[in-house]
Structures are given as C-alpha cells and as structure tokens.
C-alpha cells in the first residue's frame, strides 16, 4: 500500500493510499482524534464542486460509500456519517479535475478507451457562438475545439 493523494485541510487531513481512504479527524484542542479509513471497493460515488467567485472560492469534494449500519438503515433516520465523507479543499491550490480523474478511475478502473475520431472535428475553427439568448434557449448545441 501507498500514499497516492494527501491533503491538509486546516487541522484535518485526507490520504488516499493505493487502498483505502483515510480521514484525520482532529477535534476540540487537538486532544481527540478520530481516524476513519474506508477501503476503495466500498465507495458507490463521489462528486465534486469546484470553486466559485469572491464569496466562494474553495473546492468540494463528496464520496459516496456503501457502509450501511443500524441507525442508517432504519426508516426514516438520517444518513450516517460513514455513508459519505466531505471534503473541503478551502483554497485553489488543488487540482480538482485531477483528483477528479483520480477516483474516477479508482471508481470505474484506469480509461482505456481511444479518443473519439470525432473530437478532432472542430479542431483549429473559431468558436464565434450564436449571440443569441433564443438559441441558447433553444439548446443550440453543438461541437466545439477543446483546446
């Protein structure tokens, strides 16, 4: 097992290993801590929420895990804090669409798959959009050069 991703998030920190996740939870004065470490194959899903304006500029992360227990599973109670854990980058140092890639292929296993012999299509013509609120309303789509 190894450490492939490691964040420091004010006093808590987050360690994703070649097997498992690994929350540090420090609390009060720092004399309590709690360590939660959920293994790869338990999660379900994760999303991410990348940082906004002035007001807003810190980065999210959720997982989602399949860690199902008593309280959580009954009916009508809310969910447990083990079926899901936050992550709150708080800064635009992280890369969230390389962490993003990084579980996703924990998630769904490495991409394999060629780039699509469509994706090159619009390559090098000018994006100039329609100008027009109707067309966007309309849902105008269409391909645009990725670079």
């Keep these: 097992e190894k450490v492939e991703l490691a964040f420091k998030c004010g006093r808590d920190s987050f360690i994703m290993t070649s097997h498992r996740v690994l929350k540090i939870d420090v609390q009060g004065l720092g004399r309590k801590v709690e360590y939660l470490s959920i293994l790869w194959a338990a999660l379900r899903g994760f999303g991410i929420e990348t940082a906004g304006n002035i007001i807003d500029r810190d980065s999210e992360l959720t997982l989602f895990f399949n860690l199902p227990d008593s309280e959580s599973a009954a009916e009508g ?71």
């Design 77 to 147: 109670s809310p969910r447990n804090s083990k079926t899901r854990m936050g992550i709150d980058f708080r800064s635009t140092n992280v890369d969230i669409f390389a962490v993003n890639r990084f579980i996703s292929d924990k998630l769904l296993g490495p991409d394999t798959v060629a780039a699509s012999q469509y994706g090159g299509a619009m390559a090098g013509q000018q994006d100039t959009g329609s100008g027009s609120l109707l067309a966007w309303l309309g849902d105008d789509n269409r391909l645009v050069d990725a670079n």
